[in-house]
């Protein structure tokens, strides 16, 4: 047991080189002369340590569903007009998860079941249908969305709200955001250290769906709109509105990049945008084909301008005007870089946390690590001597290991993790104790120093890895069902747990077994 063989004692001490290069990053700045492909890993502040701002969202699904239908209503229209059947009233049904119409002829059932079982897709995922054609005798027809499918359209709607919104904060320059969905409907977005937390709101809160439609020139000021038409309001003047086609001509899904820049002639900001090929065929067609006619640009329901159409616009790109800032239409150019969000989000609940109060939890923190430890060290040195310095040596290894293994995940530190370090010094001890308290017994027992050391350690490993592989089973059960705060200190336990069996096992009984080599005492000094 106390025997360690020069490899076993390089890797050793390998490992605790490794944790203390770590962990260097977080008592040093990057030293300029570091080539910039060398990472320098740190553990990062969370929210309640650094400040920030807290969001909780939930996703609008009502309007996934709403667009879903509206979809749904174009695709139905369009097998019906290349079947050649009559029909009248055809509208959605957002209470019911319904498309509705009626058959002009009731004898045409068949073929409208035909040409509307052209629209039924199966997901891969065992999801089942994504709509169910009813048709009854009388000629009524109803394509409903399934439960099924609308529970795994939901969930597909979260997870792209979550990677949207990662790609645009990302995009804002902050730092180590954390985004987890909660529930079947929400979304928790921490924001450690931000600036402007109104501008990062705005970012995270626009749907920024952008649409290309044409305007309806012959309609009347003030009357209500055709049908197939839809009256927008004008962005930078809400009281002026427009009559625009509700065909989407070319819709911003079909967007490839966006980058804010100058006009060369104005001097004024300006978007400058690219679509794929998919989307550069399509405004190639629709500008050809209406050339002299205004084409609207719209952006979340308002329409941002409405130039005419001077000439066909055959190479995908073009530019959005406006009064912007450089700061707006950076911002706008990120939105629609990122790309719309699947349905809206609205903030359920917000938190800001000032830097004084990270500040003062900061402080509070390290004064309650710097006691406890100290209190450690004292006790292990007051009741078991010079192995209560070996026990105490380890300690302050096993929190470089821990520090440098949470580096190099890049775990966030929060209160509730300051709390899971401070938890480990005591556990971490809990193993010296029983080594020393089962050689204590043996040398009541009467053994010899070196049978004494092999029995307590021989006799104390069992109790050791038992209790520690049930508390970190423990804690992994509350990282993997937590909430965010929860799973940080799961975090600092669970890397606590795994520095502590190594410090305390294998480090404590290898500086013992130097001791004893070089020393060969007649008695040990417990």
């Given amino acids: 047991m106390l025997y360690f063989t020069r490899a076993k004692t390089l890797g050793i001490l390998l490992i605790c080189a490794l944790g203390l290069l770590l962990s260097l990053p977080n008592l040093a700045p990057r030293p300029n002369f570091l080539p910039s492909a060398i990472p320098w890993p740190q553990v990062h502040l969370g929210l309640d340590l650094k400040g920030g701002s807290y969001l909780l969202l939930q996703i609008d699904f009502d309007a996934v569903v709403q667009q879903d239908l509206n979809t749904l209503v174009d695709e139905t229209r369009q097998q019906m007009h290349g079947a050649g059947l009559g029909y009248i009233g055809l509208h959605a049904d957002p209470a019911h998860h319904q498309v509705v119409l009626h058959l002009l002829n009731a004898g045409d059932t068949g073929a409208a079941q035909a040409a509307l079982s052209k629209l039924i897709t199966y997901g891969t995922n065992n999801s089942g249908p994504n709509i169910a054609v009813n048709i009854a005798p009388d000629g009524s027809v109803t394509l409903t969305l399934p439960q099924q499918a609308l529970a795994v359209r939901k969930s597909q709607a979260l997870d792209q709200s979550i990677t949207i919104i990662q790609r645009r904060i990302d995009g804002s320059g902050v730092l180590n955001p954390q985004i987890a969905r909660q529930g ?134 073009g530019q959005i005007t406006g009064n912007y800032t450089a700061q707006q239409a950076t911002d706008l150019a990120l939105l629609l870089r990122a790309g719309a969000l699947p349905a809206p989000l609205n903030i359920v609940e917000e938190q800001s946390v000032g830097p004084e109060l990270g500040a003062d939890a900061i402080k509070a923190g390290a004064l309650s690590l710097v006691a406890g430890f100290i209190l450690v060290m004292i006790f292990m040195a007051t009741f078991y001597g010079l192995f209560g310095w070996f026990a105490n040596l380890a300690l302050v290894t096993n929190l470089v ?98 520095t502590t069996l190594f410090t305390a096992t294998v480090l404590v009984r290898l500086i013992t077994s130097r001791w004893y080599t070089s020393r060969r005492p007649a008695a040990l000094p417990v």
């Fill in 401 to 498: 290991i821990m520090l440098g293994a949470l580096s190099f995940m890049g775990a966030t530190l929060t209160l509730p993790g300051m709390a899971g370090i401070l938890l480990t010094l005591g556990m971490a001890v809990d193993a010296n104790v029983l080594i020393n308290e089962r050689v204590r017994e043996e040398v009541k027992a009467g053994r010899k120093p070196l049978a004494a050391l092999e029995a307590g350690y021989k006799r104390a490993y069992g109790t050791i890895i038992d209790s520690n592989v049930t508390t970190l089973l423990a804690h992994v059960t509350l990282f993997i069902f937590g909430s965010p705060p929860v799973r940080g200190f799961a975090v600092t336990i669970c890397v606590g747990i795994l």
């Fill in 184 to 317: 079947s409907d929400q979304i928790v977005v921490q924001l450690p250290g931000i600036s402007d937390p109104d501008r990062i709101r705005t970012l995270i809160g626009t749907t920024a769906h952008m649409t290309f439609q044409l305007v309806e020139t012959n309609a009347v000021p003030g009357a209500p709109a055709p049908l197939g038409d839809e009256i927008l309001p004008m962005q930078d003047n809400p009281g002026e509105q427009m009559v625009v086609f509700s065909n989407v001509s070319v819709d911003g899904a079909d967007l490839e990049n966006a980058q804010a820049g100058t006009d060369p002639q104005s001097g004024q900001w300006v978007i400058n945008f690219t679509l794929n090929s998919l989307g550069a065929r399509e405004f190639s067609d629709v500008t050809t084909a209406n050339v002299g006619k205004p084409f609207a640009i719209i952006l979340d329901g308002k329409i941002i301008m409405a130039p005419n159409i001077r000439e066909p616009i055959t190479g995908g790109s």
